[in-house]
């Protein structure tokens, strides 16, 4: 599945609209305080990371229940709660492509 944040897919053209998909995610966990702050910002770039392939699991899987091969016009919401938790939205419009035919020879 194609997934981009562009309304568009270079050399595909859209066939038809699914829907408006989405994915969020929010890490169960919370972080671990410490006094180092390398450790503390190592910590949070971790868990954006996890937390951000979720929720983009989560809208590939609504994606393809919707028969879409692909997802354009993605948008990612990233908030840090006080109480150092991640939580991820991504939402986008669910599309069926098909690769362009080159017709110059």
């Not at 053209?13 to 305080?33: D, F, W």
Request: neutral net charge.
């Amino acid at each position: 599945m194609i997934l981009t944040t562009t309304n568009s897919v270079e050399g595909f053209t859209i066939l038809e609209y699914r829907g408006i998909v989405s994915g969020t995610a929010v890490n169960v966990q919370k972080m671990k305080l410490t006094f180092n702050m390398q450790k503390y910002y190592a910590g949070i770039s971790e868990s954006v990371a996890d937390v951000k392939e979720q929720a983009f699991e989560q809208l590939r899987a609504n994606a393809e229940k919707l028969n879409a091969n692909a997802v354009v016009g993605i948008q990612v919401d990233i908030e840090l709660t006080a109480a150092n938790y991640v939580a991820i939205s991504v939402t986008g419009t669910a599309v069926s492509i098909i690769k362009k035919i080159d017709c110059k020879k």
